[in-house]
């Protein structure tokens, strides 16, 4: 058994930050996707997204551990990136045609054609797995923290009947689910309570 010390607090989220680029065209736009990916693209809108991966911090600690945050490989849910929780942010937004039909409006080339569009601030939450950091306190010469770290990464999603990620490796997150569920009882020490008196006050003869 290796001594391995999980905490969550103090784990931080990872904000990669990026931009999506977009090139004008029309209707009879004949370029393709390739030839549009080779050219300086004409407007560009920034953007973010959270990275989804275990890391492995390079400074150890001083102690010469090796620490690692496990942040989710898995997306539950996906949404458009790059939402603000204050201010309008600028979003591509698919054009449809004028009829009943909804088909999304394509080029010559076959490509969706998008205008830029604005969306409301973003008030709500995401449902994504929570950052964990992962310490690997004691190990043996031959030991790979490394495949320690995503042992324990691995059991935080998909195990048994559970198929989405959870705040703990499996051991801990059903441990704390089963203190929920089970009621606790206060049972008396037997061995403190008074002895009960015999009723039978009769005389010995």
């Keep these: 058994m290796l001594p391995i010390r999980l905490r969550q607090d103090l784990a931080p989220g990872i904000i990669d930050k990026k931009v999506r680029s977009f090139m004008e065209t029309s209707l009879d736009d004949t370029r393709t996707k390739k030839e549009l990916k080779a050219l300086k693209p004409s407007y560009q809108i920034p953007s973010a997204s959270s990275k989804t991966e275990l890391f492995r911090l390079n400074a150890p600690s001083k102690m010469g551990h090796t620490a690692y945050l ?6 539950i849910h996906t949404n458009k990136r790059g939402p603000s929780c204050y201010r309008e942010t600028e979003i ?8 009943d039909s909804k088909d999304k409006i394509k080029n010559k080339a076959g490509l969706k054609v998008y205008q830029i569009g604005t969306r409301p601030p973003f008030t709500g939450q995401f449902p994504t797995p929570n950052p964990l950091e992962i310490v690997i ?4 010469s031959e030991d790979d923290c490394d ?4 042992l324990v990464e691995s059991l935080r999603y998909s195990f048994g009947h559970y198929d989405d990620w959870s705040s ?9 689910v089963v203190r929920d569920y089970i009621s606790e009882f206060a049972l008396d020490n037997l061995d403190n309570q008074p002895e009960q008196e015999d009723d039978d006050d009769s005389e010995d003869e």
């Design 137 to 140: 306190t004691l190990k043996q």
């Design 92 to 99: 591509n937004v698919e054009v449809n045609s004028d009829d």
């Design 147 to 150: 495949r320690l770290a995503g």
């Design 70 to 75: 496990s942040v989710g490989k898995t997306t």
């Design 168 to 176: 703990l490796p499996a051991p801990l997150f059903f441990e704390r």
